[in-house]
């Protein structure tokens, strides 16, 4: 395997307009910059196309945007103050990210790319004028929104009297607390039976009925055929980026990668990043399988929902153990009266494995990667006695639900 380079010297790389590459990646989101970073690490000899904004959907209209808006509308900022301080922010990390590339020696194309017919063994990528070729693909091209959506507001005057969101998943679910906290109206519909079917129902509900006595309604089982003006809505996944980009067939071209959103395994960005530092190992001889089940996802509302591992349903193979977070110290300092929070791990039953951890509780996401660690290394229960929690903390429910939990 190539050795890892310390100190490179900034440079350009480009000098003809025909250029032999190691890597051309396509797309300047989370997985293309990872892969970028790591790729030029290794001395591969790297370009990235970005036709756009440095720094995809979730620097520019995704995850970082609808957390400065989540957080700072629970301060009771202007609506005016959050779009100047996500505009600040976002400037700042996509500045910061380009210099990171160029000074690790990737180069920078902005501009579109576009895949042309192999030359022998050869990848041909035209963007302008010039053609690139080279050894290794990797396509990073993220996703577009499956509808028109509306944007969060920059001004109270943009703010809208009233919002339907189409789809109750995470992004959905996130939405719609801001909307609401913005002063909307604002109604959730879900085409299915279940809202967020990807996390643990019970903390679910736990949820939707806290975020109904905000005054969110919500729907299910709805057809969405029933509305005749589809842009009064707000799509769920216009934030989540949410359709797939699926007419890259490159049959069994063991050189090409489609990572991120592209692939639509798991549209996440940190399940971009593990993505491309599996594609660049892969590239440089060393396997590294992406664990889909035990990527850790939040939902960030208040309280927010954390998952890893698998679903808390017992079954032949798996008990579930549940806790609820009443008897936690720092969790009752931190809720009002009446508030509910709940913790769930999931064991086989054979080997006695932590194979899921869920929790429902005011940050959530500072939780989860404990509980990540714990389902990741196959931690059992055995070895779960052994940890040491600091007291009095939220997390230390992980242990107490895993060691001490009903079983349900």
């Not at 180069?107 to 990848?123: H, R």
């Not at 990668?257 to 440089?284: P, R, Y």
């Not at 999931?346 to 959530?364: C, D, F, M, W, Y």
């Not at 500072?366 to 997390?395: C, G, M, R, Y």
Request: glycine fraction near 8%.
């Amino acid at each position: 395997m190539l050795q890892k380079k310390q100190n490179l010297p900034q440079r350009n790389r480009l000098q003809k307009s025909n250029l032999m590459l190691d890597i051309c990646i396509i797309g300047g989101g989370t997985a293309g910059i990872t892969a970028a970073k790591i790729a030029s690490d290794f001395h591969l000899k790297t370009t990235l196309f970005e036709k756009k904004d440095l720094g995809g959907v979730c620097l520019n209209c995704g995850c970082i945007q609808s957390k400065v808006y989540l957080e700072s509308l629970r301060k009771k900022t202007s609506v005016n103050e959050i779009y100047e301080k996500f505009d600040k922010i976002r400037k700042q990390f996509a500045q910061k990210t380009k210099l990171d590339l160029v000074n690790n020696g990737v180069e920078i194309i902005e501009n579109e790319a576009k895949i042309s017919e192999k030359s022998g063994e050869l990848f041909v990528i035209k963007s302008g004028e010039k053609i690139y070729k080279s050894k290794y693909l990797i396509i990073a091209s993220g996703s577009i929104p499956r509808n028109i959506g509306i944007d969060f507001p920059k001004t109270a005057d943009e703010i809208p009297e009233s919002v339907n969101i189409i789809g109750g998943g995470i992004a959905g679910f996130e939405a719609a607390e801001i909307f609401n906290a913005l002063g909307s109206k604002v109604s959730v519909f879900e085409i299915s039976d279940k809202f967020c079917a990807n996390l643990s129902q019970n903390a679910v509900k736990i949820l939707v009925s806290k975020m109904k006595k905000d005054g969110i309604e919500f729907y299910n089982n709805y057809e969405f055929n029933d509305f005749e003006n589809p842009k009064c809505g707000l799509s769920a996944n216009y934030f989540a980026n949410g359709r797939i980009i699926t007419n890259f067939d490159f049959g069994n071209d063991k050189n090409v990668f489609v990572i991120g959103d592209a692939n639509g395994k798991s549209m996440l960005a940190h399940t971009a990043s593990i993505e491309a530092f599996s594609a660049v190992n892969k590239i440089l001889g060393k396997e590294i399988a992406v664990e889909y089940e035990k990527i850790p996802l939040v939902l960030y509302t208040n309280p927010s929902i954390a998952r890893v591992g698998v679903l808390p349903e017992a079954s032949e193979k798996y008990e579930v153990r549940q806790m609820p977070l009443s008897g936690n110290g720092k969790w009752r300092s931190v809720t009002e009266a009446g508030e509910r929070g709940l913790c769930e791990a999931v064991i086989e039953k054979e080997t006695q494995r932590v194979a899921g951890l869920h929790l429902i509780s005011p940050n959530a996401e500072e939780v989860i990667s404990a509980a990540a660690i714990i389902v990741q290394q196959n931690l059992t229960i055995s070895d779960v006695e052994k940890l040491v929690f600091p007291h009095p903390t939220i997390s230390e429910v992980l242990r107490e639900c895993i060691l001490y939990g009903q079983v349900i």
